[in-house]
């Protein structure tokens, strides 16, 4: 009678997400130059609550803040791609192809530059051009409060050992939060910052806020 045993050795790859640690320091960094030197050296409180009158740079901050959003949404969706689209990545560049997090970021960077495109587009054909800069102005505070949340959930997403598929309905739940809030958020804000007549304010929520976000999810997971 023989008894044979077999062993089989398992390598156990141990993820480095050094990267991630480094790419929200380095945003971070985008926000102090923003508030230090932009905002004459305003805290974290004073650029929140600035009135509209005293806004600095508002275009310098709208671009710096809607980069940063950009990047650290990049980070976490990233995680839940399922493939690049061959019709991407048969593509390349010197030998280089976008990965899931070069597909998510140019994705979503597309994705935003349009829809301010179009936004602008449409507040300029409706002659409330005032309303627009007070919508940047407004959107500017809000996302940078949102990505400071991402950049935490970022930290606790890739280092605190959860499981993503489990954490993936309460991201769902804090999506479809955050979507809800800024509706609301912009509808009822004390700027005037929706088009001043009841029609344009449903077209603009359903044209550029509802059905944009659908062509996004499109484009990343179907």
């Known amino acids: 009678m023989y008894i044979t045993f077999s062993t089989i050795n398992y390598i156990r790859w141990t993820e480095n997400n050094d990267w991630v640690i480094a790419s929200i320091l380095i ?4 926000y102090v130059f923003m508030l230090l030197s932009l905002n004459r050296e305003s805290s974290l409180k004073d650029f929140i609550l600035h009135p509209i009158s005293e ?3 508002l275009l310098a901050n709208w671009v710096i803040v809607s980069m940063v959003f950009v990047l650290v949404m990049a980070v976490l969706l990233s995680q839940y791609i399922p493939v690049v689209p061959k019709t991407i990545s048969q593509y390349h560049l010197f030998g280089w192809e976008l990965n899931k997090w070069g597909f998510t970021l140019l994705a ?3 994705f ?4 301010s495109l179009v936004s602008y587009l449409f507040y300029m054909s409706i002659n409330e051009g005032d309303r627009w800069t007070r919508l940047v102005f407004v959107s500017t505070k809000f996302y940078f409060i949102l990505s400071l949340i991402i950049m935490i959930i970022n930290i606790v997403h890739y280092y605190f050992g959860i499981d993503h598929g ?3 309905r309460y991201y769902w739940f804090f999506a479809v939060f955050v979507f809800v809030f800024k509706l609301f958020f912009y509808g009822f804000n004390k700027n005037s910052i ?3 007549d009841w029609y344009y304010k449903i077209l603009y929520i359903c044209t550029l806020q509802i059905i944009p976000i659908g062509v996004l999810w499109r484009l990343l997971f179907l």
Request: proline share 5%; net charge positive; glycine share 4%.
């Open 166 to 168: 489990i954490v993936l």
């Open 194 to 196: 929706l088009p001043e």
């Open 55 to 57: 806004g600095a740079n």
């Open 108 to 110: 979503i960077t597309l």
């Open 27 to 30: 945003r971070l960094f985008a």
């Open 112 to 115: 935003y530059v349009s829809k």
